[in-house]
């Protein structure tokens, strides 16, 4: 799933900023204890956050 939300940044940038996209980034990660997270997981998900604002 992640690897398709880059896909479709790269393929169309201009998508970021639309709800849909928003949509698609908050619904594709599933939040786990902290203690578990994967730290490259936890920052690529800040990345498209971030992406979307703009």
């Known amino acids: 799933m992640?690897?398709?939300l880059v896909r479709k940044l790269n393929a169309k940038p201009d998508i970021a900023p639309t709800k849909e996209f928003q949509n698609l980034v908050d619904?594709?990660?599933v939040f786990i204890d902290i203690n578990q997270e994967d730290i490259?997981?936890?920052t690529f998900y800040?990345?498209?956050k971030v992406k979307c604002r703009r």
């Open 2 to 4: 992640l690897l398709s």
């Open 27 to 29: 619904n594709s990660f």
């Open 46 to 48: 800040g990345w498209l």
């Open 40 to 42: 490259q997981a936890v």
